[in-house]
Protein backbone atom coordinates (compact mmCIF):
# COMPACT_ATOMS: atom_id res chain seq x y z
CA UNK A 1 0.00 0.00 0.00
CA UNK A 2 1.12 3.60 -1.21
CA UNK A 3 1.85 5.63 2.37
CA UNK A 4 -0.99 8.55 1.98
CA UNK A 5 0.51 11.76 1.65
CA UNK A 6 -0.52 14.62 3.90
CA UNK A 7 -0.32 18.20 3.18
CA UNK A 8 0.34 20.63 6.33
CA UNK A 9 -1.29 24.29 5.26
CA UNK A 10 -1.05 27.30 7.50
CA UNK A 11 -3.98 30.16 6.79
CA UNK A 12 -2.67 32.99 9.63
CA UNK A 13 -5.70 34.55 10.57
CA UNK A 14 -8.34 32.55 9.81
CA UNK A 15 -10.19 31.61 12.99
CA UNK A 16 -13.66 30.15 14.14
CA UNK A 17 -15.59 32.97 15.67
CA UNK A 18 -18.23 33.18 18.48
CA UNK A 19 -20.11 36.31 17.52
CA UNK A 20 -21.69 36.30 13.84
CA UNK A 21 -22.22 39.48 13.65
CA UNK A 22 -18.57 40.58 13.60
CA UNK A 23 -17.40 37.47 12.05
CA UNK A 24 -15.65 38.24 8.46
CA UNK A 25 -14.54 34.82 8.07
CA UNK A 26 -18.35 33.09 8.45
CA UNK A 27 -19.76 36.20 6.55
CA UNK A 28 -17.50 35.92 3.30
CA UNK A 29 -17.99 33.38 0.63
CA UNK A 30 -15.62 30.61 1.23
CA UNK A 31 -16.81 27.07 -1.32
CA UNK A 32 -14.10 25.37 -0.87
CA UNK A 33 -13.16 25.79 3.01
CA UNK A 34 -16.92 24.60 3.66
CA UNK A 35 -16.78 21.56 1.23
CA UNK A 36 -13.42 20.37 3.47
CA UNK A 37 -15.78 21.00 6.91
CA UNK A 38 -19.11 18.93 5.28
CA UNK A 39 -16.59 16.41 3.66
CA UNK A 40 -14.13 15.47 5.90
CA UNK A 41 -13.27 14.80 9.33
CA UNK A 42 -12.38 18.49 11.40
CA UNK A 43 -11.44 19.27 15.15
CA UNK A 44 -10.20 23.13 15.78
CA UNK A 45 -7.17 24.03 18.04
CA UNK A 46 -6.98 26.75 21.07
CA UNK A 47 -4.02 29.19 19.57
CA UNK A 48 -3.99 31.09 22.77
CA UNK A 49 -3.19 31.04 26.35
CA UNK A 50 -1.82 28.47 28.16
CA UNK A 51 -2.28 26.16 24.87
CA UNK A 52 0.50 27.80 23.34
CA UNK A 53 2.86 28.39 25.88
CA UNK A 54 1.81 31.76 27.12
CA UNK A 55 0.17 33.10 29.80
CA UNK A 56 -3.57 32.53 30.40
CA UNK A 57 -5.64 34.65 29.09
CA UNK A 58 -2.71 36.07 26.43
CA UNK A 59 -3.74 36.00 22.50
CA UNK A 60 -1.68 34.10 20.57
CA UNK A 61 0.24 35.58 17.48
CA UNK A 62 1.64 34.10 13.92
CA UNK A 63 5.39 33.29 15.51
CA UNK A 64 3.65 31.39 18.69
CA UNK A 65 1.41 29.60 16.35
CA UNK A 66 3.63 27.83 14.11
CA UNK A 67 6.25 27.01 16.90
CA UNK A 68 4.05 25.12 18.55
CA UNK A 69 2.61 23.32 15.29
CA UNK A 70 6.24 22.66 14.23
CA UNK A 71 7.45 21.27 17.60
CA UNK A 72 3.85 19.27 18.18
CA UNK A 73 3.83 19.84 21.77
CA UNK A 74 3.43 23.17 24.00
CA UNK A 75 6.31 25.24 24.00
CA UNK A 76 6.35 27.86 26.32
CA UNK A 77 7.80 31.10 26.47
CA UNK A 78 9.85 32.64 28.67
CA UNK A 79 7.62 33.86 30.65
CA UNK A 80 5.15 31.38 30.52
CA UNK A 81 8.15 28.77 31.92
CA UNK A 82 8.87 31.08 34.59
CA UNK A 83 4.88 31.14 35.39
CA UNK A 84 4.73 27.25 35.71
CA UNK A 85 8.52 27.01 37.40
CA UNK A 86 6.83 29.09 40.27
CA UNK A 87 3.65 27.87 40.12
CA UNK A 88 4.64 24.40 40.47
CA UNK A 89 7.77 25.05 43.08
CA UNK A 90 10.68 24.42 40.89
CA UNK A 91 11.87 28.28 40.51
CA UNK A 92 12.41 28.28 44.45
CA UNK A 93 14.34 24.72 44.26
CA UNK A 94 16.69 26.59 40.75
CA UNK A 95 20.23 26.05 42.29
CA UNK A 96 21.15 28.75 40.86
CA UNK A 97 19.14 31.05 42.76
CA UNK A 98 19.13 28.86 46.01
CA UNK A 99 23.08 29.20 45.77
CA UNK A 100 23.19 33.05 45.74
CA UNK A 101 20.62 33.10 48.69
CA UNK A 102 22.83 30.59 50.50
CA UNK A 103 26.02 32.54 50.28
CA UNK A 104 24.31 35.78 50.77
CA UNK A 105 23.33 34.44 54.30
CA UNK A 106 26.30 32.54 54.92
CA UNK A 107 28.44 35.79 54.74
CA UNK A 108 25.93 37.93 56.02
CA UNK A 109 26.00 40.02 52.56
CA UNK A 110 23.55 42.37 51.20
CA UNK A 111 21.01 40.79 48.53
CA UNK A 112 20.58 43.44 45.23
CA UNK A 113 17.11 42.56 43.16
CA UNK A 114 17.56 44.76 39.89
CA UNK A 115 15.30 45.14 36.89
CA UNK A 116 11.66 46.05 35.44
CA UNK A 117 9.10 46.20 38.39
CA UNK A 118 5.57 46.13 35.67
CA UNK A 119 3.58 43.58 33.97
CA UNK A 120 4.74 43.95 30.72
CA UNK A 121 5.79 40.80 30.61
CA UNK A 122 8.70 40.95 28.18
CA UNK A 123 11.33 41.88 29.80
CA UNK A 124 10.05 40.82 33.52
CA UNK A 125 7.17 40.71 35.24
CA UNK A 126 6.08 42.04 38.76
CA UNK A 127 5.08 38.19 39.85
CA UNK A 128 8.55 36.86 39.43
CA UNK A 129 10.09 39.06 41.33
CA UNK A 130 7.82 38.84 44.27
CA UNK A 131 8.11 35.20 44.37
CA UNK A 132 12.07 35.81 44.33
CA UNK A 133 11.56 38.07 47.33
CA UNK A 134 9.41 35.02 48.88
CA UNK A 135 12.85 33.17 48.23
CA UNK A 136 14.49 35.73 50.01
CA UNK A 137 11.87 35.62 52.89
CA UNK A 138 12.19 31.69 53.08
CA UNK A 139 16.27 31.90 53.66
CA UNK A 140 15.68 34.70 56.53
CA UNK A 141 17.97 37.02 54.90
CA UNK A 142 17.92 40.37 56.51
CA UNK A 143 19.49 42.53 53.71
CA UNK A 144 17.39 42.55 50.81
CA UNK A 145 17.27 45.47 48.36
CA UNK A 146 15.13 46.41 45.50
CA UNK A 147 16.32 48.55 42.87
CA UNK A 148 13.39 48.91 40.88
CA UNK A 149 13.19 50.31 36.95
CA UNK A 150 9.52 51.67 35.93
CA UNK A 151 8.26 50.24 32.51
CA UNK A 152 7.07 52.91 30.45
CA UNK A 153 7.58 51.06 26.86
CA UNK A 154 5.72 47.49 27.31
CA UNK A 155 3.13 49.07 29.49
CA UNK A 156 1.21 52.43 29.97
CA UNK A 157 4.05 55.12 30.59
CA UNK A 158 2.04 56.42 33.49
CA UNK A 159 1.25 52.68 35.32
CA UNK A 160 5.04 53.19 37.42
CA UNK A 161 3.33 54.69 40.46
CA UNK A 162 0.77 51.73 40.51
CA UNK A 163 3.34 49.08 39.85
CA UNK A 164 6.09 50.42 42.95
CA UNK A 165 2.63 50.93 45.39
CA UNK A 166 1.67 47.77 45.02
CA UNK A 167 5.65 46.34 45.38
CA UNK A 168 5.84 48.64 48.65
CA UNK A 169 2.29 46.93 50.12
CA UNK A 170 3.58 43.50 49.14
CA UNK A 171 6.93 44.55 50.68
CA UNK A 172 5.10 45.64 54.46
CA UNK A 173 6.41 43.50 57.38
CA UNK A 174 8.94 41.69 54.79
CA UNK A 175 13.28 42.83 55.65
CA UNK A 176 12.73 43.68 51.86
CA UNK A 177 13.28 47.16 51.06
CA UNK A 178 13.28 49.77 47.99
CA UNK A 179 16.70 50.96 47.51
CA UNK A 180 16.18 52.74 44.31
CA UNK A 181 13.89 53.84 42.00
CA UNK A 182 14.90 54.85 38.05
CA UNK A 183 12.81 55.12 34.37
CA UNK A 184 14.07 52.08 32.04
CA UNK A 185 14.86 55.04 29.92
CA UNK A 186 17.92 55.63 31.65
CA UNK A 187 18.56 52.20 33.17
CA UNK A 188 17.71 50.02 29.82
CA UNK A 189 18.83 52.42 27.62
CA UNK A 190 19.93 50.59 23.99
CA UNK A 191 20.98 53.32 21.92
CA UNK A 192 24.44 53.84 23.24
CA UNK A 193 23.46 57.16 25.21
CA UNK A 194 25.35 56.39 27.92
CA UNK A 195 25.04 59.93 29.67
CA UNK A 196 21.35 58.15 30.35
CA UNK A 197 23.24 54.83 31.65
CA UNK A 198 25.76 56.78 33.86
CA UNK A 199 22.84 58.75 35.82
CA UNK A 200 20.88 54.95 36.42
CA UNK A 201 24.69 53.17 37.26
CA UNK A 202 25.50 56.44 40.05
CA UNK A 203 22.37 55.44 41.54
CA UNK A 204 23.03 52.03 41.79
CA UNK A 205 26.92 52.17 42.55
CA UNK A 206 27.02 55.49 44.01
CA UNK A 207 24.18 56.09 45.63
CA UNK A 208 23.75 59.41 43.51
Excluded at 25 to 31: D, E, F, K, V
Excluded at 101 to 112: F, G, P, R, V
Excluded at 180 to 204: F, H, P, Q, T, V
Aim: charged fraction near 20%.
Amino acid sequence: MKPQKTMLIIMDGWGIGQVPASDAIRAANTPFTDSLYQQYPNTTLTTCGEAVGLPEGQMGNSEVGHLNLGAGRIVYQELQRINVAIREKSFQQNKTLQNALETAKAQDKSLHLIGLVSDGGVHSHLNHLKAMIDCCVAKNLNKVYVHAFTDGRDCDPKSGLGFIKDLQSYLENKPVKIASLCGRYYAMDRDNRWERIKLAYDALVNGK
